[in-house]
DNA sequence: TCGAAGATTCTA
DNA sequence: AGAATCTTCGAA
């Protein structure tokens, strides 16, 4: 399966009270702490999980949490994990993107910049436009525009 | 050891 | 608008 990524959001550390690291490191939160461009899976609400990528040096806490992709390939496989949704439903956020391709925590710091079972590639040159915007589901933090998106793309989360 | 909150989603 | 649902964290 394959997707594009169309929305993001940016997580650090200890100066920001909305990151799960802001605390410090701890057994969940462990994957921000270590070697950049890992996976960094956690299980929130009871229901879903989220997939974050980590940006910083051994030591440095910080990641991306991939909040939504656009489907391109292996849509079938995609409606299997979720039915009783349109396509353009199917990742547009960050439970959705994780069950709709089967990602949980047993992919948890796998290394996503070399070919395996979960990794990013860069897809070359594209037209697009960004914007920025606080960030969705936290309560502190919110100042941050940190939550970044392509703009016009039907996939993100909460047009 | 226990209670509260949570980087969400679906249903009524 | 509210429930579902369970793990993680921090305080007691």
Redesign the pocket.
């Known amino acids: 399966m394959v997707g594009k990524i169309v929305e993001v ?1 940016a ?1 650090k550390g200890s100066d920001d009270p ?7 490191i ?4 462990r994957p ?1 702490f270590g070697e950049p461009g890992h996976a ?1 899976i ?7 999980f ?1 997939l ?1 990528v980590t940006t910083e040096q051994s030591g440095t806490p910080g ?1 991306v ?1 991939i ?1 939504a992709l656009e489907p391109v390939e292996g849509l079938n496989s995609m409606r299997k994990l ?1 039915p ?2 349109s396509d353009l ?1 199917l990742t ?6 994780t ?1 709709a391709l089967g990602i949980d925590k047993s992919l948890n710091e796998v290394d996503m910049t070399k070919r395996g079972p979960l990794f990013i590639i860069d897809s070359g040159s594209e037209d697009f436009q960004m914007r920025c915007s606080p ?6 933090g919110t100042d941050r525009l940190w939550r970044v998106y392509v703009s016009d793309n039907p996939c993100v ?2 047009p």
Request: glycine residues 10%; hydrophobic residues 25%; contains cysteine.
């Open positions: 959001e997580y909305a990151s799960h690291a802001f605390r410090g701890t057994l969940r939160n921000m960094y956690y299980f929130t609400y009871g229901n879903h989220c974050n990641a949490l909040r979720r009783n949704v439903e547009s956020g960050p439970g959705k993107l069950k960030r969705v589901g936290i309560r502190r989360s909460r």
